[in-house]
């Protein structure tokens, strides 16, 4: 298992940039797949974005973040950053890190992910 400590949260207007991140540590990094979650009141934690552990062309978007959010990581600093452009106030949630060695947990099965972080509040006022 890995530990994650996300960062970054806060409440901004819409239509302005945020930057989540999430500092892993206990476990081999660059092992694991990672993932961005979110979860507003009231309802399900769902899925944001996805991406493989070296990165590059492998990442994966929910359709109503697809062209405003971006996932990155920086395997040498054991960090996984979430992007937010043109957030808008439905993007208002608790924003969860999380990360498996199974890439298909963190894409279709979040039941089944091995390690989540503590989450941070993000709010977008319109």
């Known amino acids: 298992q890995v530990h994650l400590v996300e960062s970054g949260g806060g409440l901004v207007q819409a239509g302005t940039s945020l930057t989540l991140n999430c500092i892993a540590s206990?476990?081999?990094?660059?092992?694991?797949?990672m993932g961005w979650f979110r979860q507003a009141p009231g309802k399900e934690r769902e899925f944001v974005a996805s991406?493989?552990?070296?990165?590059?062309?492998?990442?994966r978007y929910a359709e109503s973040v697809k062209g405003r959010f971006a996932i990155s990581r920086d395997n040498a600093k054991n960090v996984v950053f979430l992007q937010m452009d043109y957030r808008r106030p439905e993007d208002t949630a608790a924003y969860y890190c999380?990360?498996?060695?199974?890439?298909?947990?963190?894409?279709?099965?979040?039941?089944?992910?091995?390690?989540w972080g503590q989450g941070t509040q993000v709010a977008v006022s319109s």
């Open positions: 206990g476990s081999t990094f660059s092992s694991h797949h």
């Open positions: 991406i493989s552990r070296f990165g590059g062309e492998s990442r």
């Open positions: 999380a990360a498996d060695t199974t890439l298909q947990d963190i894409i279709e099965d979040l039941e089944a992910i091995n390690s």
